[in-house]
């Protein structure tokens, strides 16, 4: 290939990014490019809760891609991408109530979007300039939300709520070991959570060099929070066989039933142990927050007035969750998904220390990174894990904490926890299902179905205690996970509610997972009528199994 060759490819190259100068026309094609694939995405919407139809995935033929040998173009290009979104949820639909995945706002859409296509890096301030500035921004509303000191209190964003949970563990890890981001671990350090904390716990351990066999694992009581005696009896056996607890994780709203722990409890026993062990540091208490965080809004909320009109039900649902987030100022650390109860896109989640000296425990020296910080002020790059950190989850979050206030996001979390309420009312007023978290008060429904013949106001009692009723809780394990075949099959084809299944909402006395149907809503959009349609939905599936079974084909 000659030169001339050469520059006429780099012309066509050029064109396929956006100018670095205002270029009116060229600027409109970039528009229009993304407009075009927005137009190609909007043709797979139906009333089905899906982009298109569920297709089958083909990874061998993914394996056998290469890359071409010649330059394409945006719309071929962007024809490609848009199909990969085929068969995708769509997580605003009010029919989607599968898990603690929102739709997210078109504020946020924008604020994760601009990153994209400036490309800041978090790594310092030379690099981000007034995303660096944001991220301090969103550390400050958010510390004053949960309750810190804003003035004390610091932040940073990671790549995923488990990216919270260890960083709060490595802060933990450096407060009982002082030498080991150098030395490493010594094998007499454990973390302690709840058997229903999330797995992630597991993972952090691993990662970390702690090991996952030094994880302990609390059980919880029948409200899925964490038995704070049992908890005192586990650290008293470590602290007295030479244990040096790195850090407990308190599960501030769990992704099955949204169990929340007992953080006030948990924290004045870890500050009992130390005086009574005389111990020469303080076991670091994480606060798991990914879901929770946002009924910290209603912390000054007057229930007894309420202004914005809830009802009764959901007004105490409301408390009762309140009650419980209102102590996580109480917590060393606390970690926040702003793309789970925040209503951005993946990936947003902040890591908070109440007190922005610990992040010291983590900082590098700077002579081993001689090609960084050679200007600006502000350098997270010297205590974060991430070097590459990108700017898209802090504006997201900053749009949508600016976007809604303290009023909207107290609307949409109160409207979303009256429609799981309202749920929960049509189920506990038929014979043949139970709510299994009643007294769980987010937006997420667990509940169980049985056929005709079950008395359902004491089976739940008998499948969790009683081991003579082991095969009782088998059959109908496997009776709801029909219901779920069912209904799925029913979603897909657009006749109803696409919700999901948990294979072990929680263990049985006797060790037997209890399988339970799950809804999970987070679309601002969903209402009555959709509620409605809900329970309609799983009558249909009772129906349909119990005609099969009598009747088999």
Same mark, same amino acid.
């Given at each position: 290939m000659n030169q001339l060759a050469y520059r006429s490819v780099l012309d066509r190259l050029r064109t396929q990014f956006p100018k670095p100068v205002s270029d009116r026309l060229h600027d409109a094609y970039f528009v229009f490019s993304i407009l075009r694939a927005l137009d190609h995405v909007d043709e797979m919407k139906s009333e089905v809760p899906?982009?298109?139809?569920?297709?089958?995935?083909d990874y061998s033929a993914a394996e056998q891609e290469r890359v071409g040998s010649e330059v394409s173009d945006v719309e071929h290009v962007s024809r490609s991408l848009v199909s990969k979104l085929e068969g995708m949820p769509i997580w605003g639909h009010p029919h989607t109530q599968i898990n603690v995945v929102p739709p997210a706002s078109i504020a946020s859409i924008i604020g994760s979007l601009l990153p994209a296509i400036y490309n800041p890096n978090l790594v310092s301030d030379d690099?981000?300039?007034?995303?660096?500035?944001a991220e301090v921004a969103v550390s400050?509303?958010?510390?004053?939300?949960?309750?810190?000191?804003? #003035?004390?209190?610091?932040?940073?964003?990671?790549f995923g709520g488990t990216g919270t949970a260890l960083y709060g563990v490595k802060l933990g890890i450096e407060k009982a070991f002082p030498d080991a981001m150098e030395n490493g671990i010594p094998n007499d350090g454990v973390l302690i959570a709840s058997g229903q904390s999330h797995y992630c716990r597991l993972n952090v351990a691993g990662w970390l060099g702690l090991g996952e066999k030094n994880v302990v694992e609390i059980p919880t009581n029948l409200q899925n929070g964490i038995r704070v005696e049992r908890l005192e009896s586990a650290a008293?056996?470590?602290?007295?066989?030479?244990?040096? &607890?790195?850090?407990? &994780?308190?599960?501030?709203?769990?992704?099955?039933?949204?169990?929340?722990?007992?953080?006030?409890a948990i924290v004045a026993l870890r500050d009992r142990l130390v005086a009574e062990y005389d111990l020469d540091y303080r076991p670091h208490i994480h606060a798991d927050a990914v879901i929770g965080w946002a009924w #910290?809004?209603?912390?000054?909320?007057?229930?007894?007035?309420?202004?914005?009109?809830?009802?009764?039900?959901? &007004?105490?649902?409301?408390?009762?969750?309140c009650r419980n987030i209102s102590q996580l100022p109480l917590a060393d650390s606390i970690g926040i998904d702003f793309h789970k109860t925040g209503f951005t896109p993946?990936? #947003? #989640?902040?890591?908070?220390?109440?007190?922005?000296?610990?992040?010291?425990?983590?900082?590098?020296?700077?002579?081993?990174?001689?090609?960084?910080?050679?200007?600006?002020?502000?350098?997270?790059?010297?205590?974060t894990l991430e070097t590459s950190p990108s700017g898209s989850g802090v504006l997201a979050a900053y749009a949508n904490l600016q976007l809604f206030g303290i009023e909207g996001m107290r609307?949409?979390?109160?409207?979303?926890?009256?429609?799981?309420?309202?749920?929960?009312?049509?189920?506990?007023?038929?014979?043949?299902?139970?709510?299994?978290?009643?007294?769980n008060f987010g937006t997420v429904t667990l509940f169980r179905v049985y056929p005709d013949g079950v008395d359902t106001w004491t089976v739940k009692d008998r499948e969790l205690s009683d081991e003579s009723a082991r095969d009782e809780l088998l059959a109908h394990n496997d009776y709801n996970r029909r219901v779920f075949r069912y209904m799925y099959d029913q979603a897909m084809d657009g006749q109803g509610a696409h919700i999901s299944m948990t294979n072990c909402y929680r263990h049985t006395d006797y060790g037997e997972p209890i399988v339970a149907l799950k809804s999970y809503m987070l679309s601002?959009? &969903?209402?009555?009528?959709?509620?409605?349609?809900?329970?309609?939905?799983?009558?249909d599936a009772r129906k349909h199994i119990d005609e099969t079974t009598q009747h088999p084909r």
């Open positions: 899906l982009l298109g139809k569920m297709q089958e995935l690099t981000s300039f007034g995303l660096a500035e400050a509303m958010a510390s004053d939300l949960v309750g810190y000191d804003a #003035s004390r209190s610091a932040g940073v964003f990671t008293r056996q470590l602290l007295q066989e030479g244990r040096r &607890i790195v850090a407990m &994780i308190a599960t501030m709203g769990s992704t099955d039933a949204f169990g929340i722990d007992d953080l006030g #910290s809004v209603f912390n000054d909320y007057d229930f007894e007035e309420n202004t914005l009109g809830f009802r009764p039900r959901t &007004i105490r649902a409301l408390a009762g969750t993946y990936v #947003s #989640s902040l890591f908070l220390a109440s007190d922005r000296a610990d992040l010291q425990l983590l900082v590098r020296g700077r002579e081993q990174m001689p090609y960084l910080f050679q200007s600006g002020e502000r350098h997270p790059g010297v205590y609307v949409l979390l109160g409207h979303l926890v009256e429609m799981a309420e309202l749920l929960r009312e049509h189920l506990e007023g038929h014979g043949f299902s139970t709510v299994l978290n009643s007294e601002p959009f &969903i209402d009555e009528k959709h509620v409605e349609l809900l329970v309609h939905n799983v009558l």
